[in-house]
């Protein structure tokens, strides 16, 4: 079947440390990976997403490579700030015109300054 | 561009009461609708999906059940709310073929 598994939170950091949330997935076909994220008392949006192997997503500062040999999707950032905190949610598509997308269970972010 | 908007953004109701959650897109037609409800630390979980007008898949059995009277609108409704429905519910749109979702700002739920 298909599904996504992330690192459990919830994961507290000093601004500017580095980050990496987990992600790994277990799908058929090839589908598209994304990851959203979700501030304090609002909907989810997109951050980042890629649609093939080996491509890179990347959006503001936060980056997130396709590796099919490992089924990963793993997000990371350089030096995180505050304004980061959040609930990251790692997901995938597997490509139907249904648009069925499978989310993991979420990530909490604490970045203190 | 596309906005999508639902309401109300927060609600307390007592067990047994009845629910409207609606929600609407613009800026597209024919989207795909979704409903998804998060509780607390167990994710996103997919409550129904919408193709067409009319045309509504439920992904888990539950007292709740969701309507497309028109393109761009989508209601959740439930004739009797439970304990267990306290939750932030989320509506979503994706373009068909397009891959992304776009989330509205979120209802909060809260059964007494």
């Known amino acids: 079947g298909n599904s996504v598994t992330q690192m459990e939170g919830p994961v507290t950091l000093s601004e500017e440390a580095f980050l990496t949330i987990n992600c790994t997935y277990t799908a058929t076909g090839y589908p598209s990976l994304f990851w959203y994220v979700q501030y304090p008392g609002e909907g989810l949006q997109l951050l980042l997403k890629?649609?093939?192997?080996?491509d890179k997503g990347s959006n503001k500062g936060f980056e997130a490579t396709y590796r099919k040999e490992t089924t990963s999707f793993h997000l990371e950032k350089g030096s995180v700030q505050v304004s980061d905190s959040a609930v990251y949610f790692c997901?995938?598509?597997?490509?139907?015109?249904?648009?069925?997308?499978?989310f993991g269970r979420g990530t909490q972010l604490t970045v203190w300054p | 561009s596309q906005t999508i908007h639902q309401w109300p953004a927060t609600l307390v109701q007592p067990v047994g009461s009845p629910l409207s959650l609606e929600c609407t897109v613009e800026g597209t037609s024919n989207p795909n609708l979704y409903w998804y409800r998060q509780a607390a630390g167990r994710g996103l979980q997919l409550l129904f999906y919408?193709?067409?007008?009319?045309?509504i898949s439920s992904e888990v059995p539950q007292n709740l059940s969701a309507s497309r009277p028109q393109d761009r609108q989508f209601i959740l409704s439930s004739k009797k709310l439970l304990l267990s429905d306290s939750g932030f519910y989320l509506c979503?749109?994706?373009?068909?073929?397009?891959?992304?979702?776009?989330f509205g700002e979120g209802s909060r739920l809260t059964v007494l």
């Open positions: 997901a995938l598509d597997r490509g139907s015109t249904l648009g069925r997308l499978y």
């Open positions: 919408s193709v067409g007008i009319g045309q």
């Open positions: 890629a649609t093939k192997a080996d």
């Open positions: 979503a749109f994706m373009i068909q073929g397009a891959g992304e979702l776009f």
